[in-house]
């Protein structure tokens, strides 16, 4: 038993330095209020940003409370306590801004608030139809 335990945090410490190494890690982080974005640089002197309400967790959050952010650990990721949010950087720098279910959530509220000449012309065209059918209760009887 030891001898795998020893195994496993051998291999835990081996993929740790690879992330270290390898993964783009967050030097520092600030919001923006005028901007709504939160910009982060990078330990390789490189820096990004992203509009912090489009990250899960962060979408009614105060100017003042998006102002709180914090790097965590060695950079992997951003940390805003009074929210109980954490984001990872590598995955924020992939476009992800939440779990998949939020994001295909966020994507498809997205698509039906879009307005398009053609969609423009079918609400026009069933407008001067006299709108949508109304419901109609069934007959009391039969």
Known sequence: ???DLAIIIAEAE??????????????SARYDPASGE???????????????RRVQGLEAASDADLAAVEVLGQGIGLHWERLDVD???PGLLAGLFGTRAWTDRERAARAGRA??????AAARANG???GRTRKTAPKAGG
């Open 87 to 89: 984001v990872s950087v």
């Open 115 to 120: 307005t398009s000449p053609a969609k423009a």
């Open 38 to 52: 939160v910009r982060v640089g990078l330990t390789n002197g490189c820096s990004f940003t992203f509009p912090a």
């Open 14 to 27: 081996r993929r740790g330095a690879h992330v270290l190494a390898d993964e783009p890690r967050a030097a």
């Open 1 to 3: 038993m030891d001898d």
């Open 128 to 130: 001067a139809k006299g």
